[in-house]
């Protein structure tokens, strides 16, 4: 018979962090994998509050807006492009004039630079500002370490499922944003 999950707990090991399930059983019988699946939903909204302050503790330590953030991180991508505002907008989800005033913000702070779009020169492209990846890499240092830790402790098998789940959950959180902006607010 399978146990309901009903605790979870951090059990620190070296180097590592693993994760330890304690089951008390239950009358009603559960399949491992419905656990499995509880035990997930349950941690991925933790992450998510946790990422939130964590997120706002960050920007504050940069003295910008956690939305202005978010968008310093997509910047720093290894696969990003320079962006016009639009593109910025849809990123992150604001409206054209919030994107604006959030490039206006970053731009004053010296993080990103409005250029010339080569291919077309009514356009501008925002790119980071040429001393911005270190500022922000200035900041992560720290918390990226402490993430890179606790990724040691996973096999390259399970960091491929890992990378994989996490590539696929941000495509379901984007079209969702979008489904929920096409339906407009809840009554």
């Known amino acids: 018979m399978a146990h309901r999950l009903r605790h979870a707990r951090i059990v620190s090991c070296g180097d590592c962090v693993t994760q330890a399930i304690i089951r008390r059983r239950r009358t009603d019988p559960v399949s491992k994998r419905t656990e499995l699946l509880k035990w997930i939903a349950d941690e991925s909204r933790r992450h998510y509050a946790a990422w939130t302050?964590?997120?706002q503790a960050l920007?504050?330590?940069l003295g910008v807006h956690p939305t202005d953030l978010q968008c310093l991180n997509l910047l720093c991508l290894d696969d990003a492009e320079p962006q016009t505002?639009?593109?910025i907008a849809k990123l992150t989800g604001l409206t054209p004039g919030s994107a604006t005033r959030l490039v206006d913000r970053l731009e004053k702070a010296g993080l990103v630079e409005r250029r010339t779009d080569p291919t077309d020169r009514?356009?501008?492209l925002v790119v980071l500002a040429p001393d911005a990846t270190a500022r922000i890499g200035a900041a992560w240092q720290v918390p990226?370490?402490?993430f890179r830790e606790v990724l040691a402790g996973y096999s390259e098998e399970e960091l491929t499922v890992i990378g994989d789940y996490l590539g696929k959950v941000t495509e379901v959180g984007r079209a969702q944003a979008e489904r929920l902006g096409r339906e407009g607010r809840a009554s």
Request: net charge positive; aromatic share 6%.
């Open 53 to 55: 302050v964590f997120n």
């Open 59 to 61: 920007a504050d330590h």
């Open 122 to 124: 009514r356009r501008a």
């Open 85 to 87: 505002t639009g593109g």
């Open 144 to 146: 990226g370490n402490a």
